[in-house]
């Protein structure tokens, strides 16, 4: 009798130590992350990125949404911002409900593991009080990275100023199949400190971002945010930064430049001096 009452309470605490394990993995890594109006459904709390960008899913209720669309953001270990994206929504976000959402975060590399996928509501009052946060804590595999390069004119190996000719410099990024998005946006980000004393320099303006690129039967078309103006010689430099830095991979044998969608159509003309 001794004997079974201990077995049985043997047994008794196994099962309670084995359900309490179970409820502390779930809280670690959790198969959905819900607030009283927000629900991720991926990336989970936990998640080891290795791949760029980022694909975001999740729903959220319709308080959340202003032209059915809110932000996300990736920050790194001290808080500086890797990544932004706009979350989207196809359906109706006029609504108490939750709707599905959705997007794409194209981020920098890291310098350490630990990483914050922060949503941010759109709150278009600018009130404080309205603001609403939630943050998934989330991992990089540092390992899995790309080298890619990004094309600039320089002064040393360029003394003349041909404005016509691009030297290439090598960056690490995260690992990728977009290769092509995340060379331009290495070129975009300019030229790095040790490069500018190599002789290195940029003609493209700081703050122009990529709205899409995509290529096509051997054509990348690349659609940016804005476009500096400038005189015959800027206007060649940037022209061949930009398609140097494309026409580096094979699958690339033309560039067509747009400015949020205008140049695509004939007779339309940018990067004019």
């Given at each position: 009798?001794?004997?079974?009452?201990?077995?049985?309470?043997?047994?008794?605490?196994?099962?309670?130590?084995?359900?309490?394990?179970?409820?502390?993995?779930?809280?670690?890594?959790?198969?959905?992350?819900?607030v009283s109006d927000i629900i991720i459904d991926s990336p989970i709390a936990g998640y080891i990125i290795s791949e760029a960008p980022l694909t975001i899913r999740g729903k959220a209720r319709g308080s959340w949404f202003f032209e059915a669309q809110f932000s996300a953001e990736l920050t790194d270990d001290k808080g500086a911002v890797l990544g932004q994206s706009i979350l989207t929504t196809k359906g109706d976000w006029m609504t108490n409900d939750?709707?599905?959402?959705?997007?794409?975060?194209?981020?920098?590399?890291?310098?350490?593991?630990?990483?914050?996928?922060?949503?941010?509501?759109?709150?278009?009052?600018?009130?404080p009080e309205h603001d609403k946060r939630f943050?998934?804590?989330?991992?990089?595999?540092?390992?899995?990275?790309?080298?890619?390069?990004?094309?600039?004119?320089?002064?040393?190996?360029?003394?003349?100023?041909?404005?016509?000719?691009?030297?290439?410099?090598?960056?690490?990024?995260p690992y990728t199949k977009e290769v092509g998005r995340y060379a331009i946006m290495e070129l975009l980000k300019g030229v790095l400190p040790d490069e500018k004393i190599d002789g290195y320099y940029t003609a493209v303006d700081e703050g122009v971002r990529v709205n899409e690129l995509r290529i096509e039967n051997g054509t990348a078309f690349v659609d940016f945010t804005s476009i500096p103006d400038g005189g015959s010689c800027r206007v060649g430099e940037i022209s061949v930064q930009i398609n140097e830095t494309?026409?580096?991979f094979p699958s690339v044998k033309r560039v067509v430049i747009t400015l949020n969608g205008y140049g695509a159509k004939p007779g339309e003309m940018i990067l004019q001096p």
């Open positions: 009798m001794r004997k079974s009452i201990i077995l049985t309470l043997a047994f008794v605490s196994f099962m309670a130590v084995l359900v309490a394990g179970i409820q502390f993995l779930r809280q670690d890594v959790p198969d959905d992350i819900e939750f709707v599905p959402f959705e997007g794409k975060l194209y981020f920098q590399l890291p310098d350490a593991q630990n990483m914050t996928l922060v949503f941010k509501n759109a709150n278009m009052s600018g009130l943050a998934v804590p989330l991992k990089f595999d540092l390992e899995r990275t790309a080298t890619v390069k990004a094309f600039f004119p320089n002064n040393k190996f360029d003394p003349d100023i041909s404005c016509i000719k691009a030297y290439p410099v090598e960056r690490t990024v494309l026409k580096q």
